[in-house]
């Protein structure tokens, strides 16, 4: 979306203030201020959309004027969009985000991550009764060298970057140790379970409903601080935000330019498969002797 400033630089301020409820959620783990920046920014969207239809000309259509409809042509409701992103983080932020394995942990995860995508789509699509949400799993084109080449770069900056990452700075310490074959089975099933639901709420929810009303890098940099604020607690904490701020914004672009939820999810998915390699051979050294460090 590429409208002028004066038509989208008004939605800024509530959007950023839903974006920061993140942090608020997910680093500072203050709850309460979370949810005054939901409400705040919820409200002031709503406020500026009252006056934005203050005066303007309303076109009716049906056989009576008392139930004619208002058929007017409008931008997308920037208070419908900001609140189900709100309800997306609202259901994540009811549980802790810190790595467990156990089973009541797993289904926790489970109901909590999953409700934080299908409600805002239900809600989207039989509610509100639009497509502002959607999965593109396929988009009828092949991927081309470009692609397959940055999915073999994705495995090898991981093996070169995520084993010194971990481990020299502790945060493997983060993730539950894993040293029977049944941790282990769990971990790698947790890893790649949440990678596919970061995509499919970071990018086809908060990214899709922000790319409504902001140009494309705004709503990718937007989106980058929800998604980041929600690995800092998942684990990814020190130096982190180093390596997770451009893995945000790279998920995006590459979205924008492949509108492929497969591909985007295929590279988080190599990337996390480094990940539970790295986590496994920090907890059990000399078990996975394949990296540097």
Not at 12 to 39: D, K, M, R, S
Not at 118 to 145: C, E, M, N, Q
Not at 189 to 195: E, L, Q, R, S
Not at 254 to 276: C, E, G, M, N
């Amino acid at each position: 979306m590429t409208g002028a400033p004066a038509r989208w630089a008004p939605a800024v301020a509530p959007a950023l203030l839903v974006c920061l409820a993140a942090p608020a959620f997910f680093v500072a783990e203050i709850v309460w201020l979370g949810w005054v920046l939901l409400a705040a920014g919820v409200g002031v969207a709503w406020v500026i959309e009252v006056r934005q239809r203050v005066g303007r000309p309303v076109v009716s259509a049906g056989a009576r004027l008392d139930t004619a409809r208002d058929v007017t042509a409008s931008a997308p409701s920037l208070t419908r969009d900001l609140s189900l992103i709100a309800i997306g983080m609202l259901i994540v932020s009811v549980i802790p985000l810190a790595a467990e394995l156990d089973n009541l942990a797993m289904l926790r995860f489970t109901l909590a991550l999953g409700g934080a995508v299908v409600v805002p789509y239900l809600i989207s699509r039989f509610v509100f009764r639009d497509r502002a949400i959607s999965f593109p799993w396929r988009t009828g084109k092949r991927w081309g060298r470009l692609q397959w080449t940055w999915l073999i770069a994705v495995l090898v900056l991981g093996w070169l970057i995520l084993p010194f990452y971990f481990i020299t700075s502790g945060v493997y310490q983060n993730w539950p140790v894993v040293d029977t074959p049944d941790l282990i089975a769990r971990l790698f099933v947790g890893v790649g379970a949440v990678g596919i639901w970061d995509e499919l709420f970071f990018i086809c929810t908060v990214f899709a409903l922000l790319r409504r009303h902001f140009p494309n890098l705004l709503a990718n940099v937007l989106q980058m601080i929800v998604f980041v604020s929600f690995l800092w607690e998942l684990g990814y904490r020190e130096w982190g935000p180093v390596l997770t701020i451009p893995f945000a914004l790279l998920q995006g672009y590459i979205f924008l330019r492949t509108h492929s939820l497969a591909y985007v999810v295929t590279v988080h998915l190599l990337f996390d498969a480094v990940v539970f390699a790295v986590l496994v051979h920090a907890h059990n050294p000399g078990l996975l002797p394949i990296f540097l460090v």
